[in-house]
């Protein structure tokens, strides 16, 4: 069953290091992954996307790698700043993008000066 | 372009009584999808709307709650009879015709507390 009301895991980094935020997802059938930011009070802001005839996806200062062997989706965030500090979430569709997503319970990344 | 804009941004009921949120799409957009948000949780769906049609309610309780995005005017999501375990943040996100969830935009949130 799920876990309700436990703390969220936390990562932290140094400013300027690289961060890396792990994801598990549970459907082996989701063909479509997003990692979002969430910063306090605010909703979900897309970082980035990758399909799973992909491994690997690059953005600006992100990268983000599916494993699709052990269903497992990787966030890195190259030489973090500040304004990195939220919440990262992972989420997987399995419709084709025709019906809502699936989010994973999200990590909360600090960075330190 | 305004994004998609919720109302109220924090919305406060006593148990008992009725909660409506309001969701306004981005320009253009035409899907509507609901999520709820617990304190040190993830989002989870609750319901995926068009224009006048619901078109997966799979994560929506069955009794109190309901969902309606008519032909003009914002989405609504509307909680009967509040009970405390109903607060939390409720997000709306919207997307264009063709493109489904891969191309949502969330709104801000409505923080629901029951008293």
């Known amino acids: 069953g799920e876990s309700v009301g436990l703390h969220l895991p936390t990562l932290s980094v140094q400013e300027g290091d690289n961060s890396i935020i792990n994801c598990a997802y549970s459907?082996?059938?989701?063909?479509?992954f997003i990692w979002y930011k969430q910063e306090s009070g605010k909703g979900p802001q897309f970082i980035i996307d990758?399909?799973?005839?992909?491994d690997k996806r690059q953005g600006q200062r992100v990268t983000v790698l599916l494993n699709k062997t052990v269903k497992h989706l990787s966030l890195q965030i190259a030489a973090t700043q500040p304004g990195d500090s939220a919440v990262y979430f992972c989420?997987?569709?399995?419709?084709?993008?025709?019906?809502?997503?699936?989010f994973g319970k999200g990590t909360h990344l600090i960075i330190q000066p | 372009n305004a994004g998609v804009m919720q109302n109220p941004r924090h919305l406060v009921r006593r148990r008992g009584q009725e909660a409506r949120l309001r969701c306004s799409p981005m320009?253009?957009?035409?899907?509507v999808y609901w999520y709820r948000q617990l304190p040190e949780e993830g989002l989870k769906f609750m319901v995926y709307?068009?224009?006048?049609?619901?078109?997966?309610e799979s994560g929506m309780p069955k009794e109190r709650f309901s969902a309606e995005f008519p032909k003009e005017g914002p989405s609504i999501l509307r909680i009967q009879q509040v009970v405390r375990g109903d607060s939390a943040a409720y997000f709306c996100?919207?997307?264009?015709?063709?493109?489904?969830?891969?191309?949502?935009?969330f709104g801000q949130g409505t923080r629901l507390t029951v008293v």
């Open positions: 996100a919207s997307s264009p015709e063709t493109g489904g969830v891969t191309e949502a935009f």
């Open positions: 459907n082996s059938a989701s063909d479509y």
């Open positions: 990758i399909r799973s005839n992909m």
């Open positions: 989420a997987e569709n399995s419709g084709g993008g025709a019906d809502g997503l699936t």
């Open positions: 320009k253009g957009h035409s899907h």
């Open positions: 709307l068009q224009k006048e049609n619901i078109i997966d």
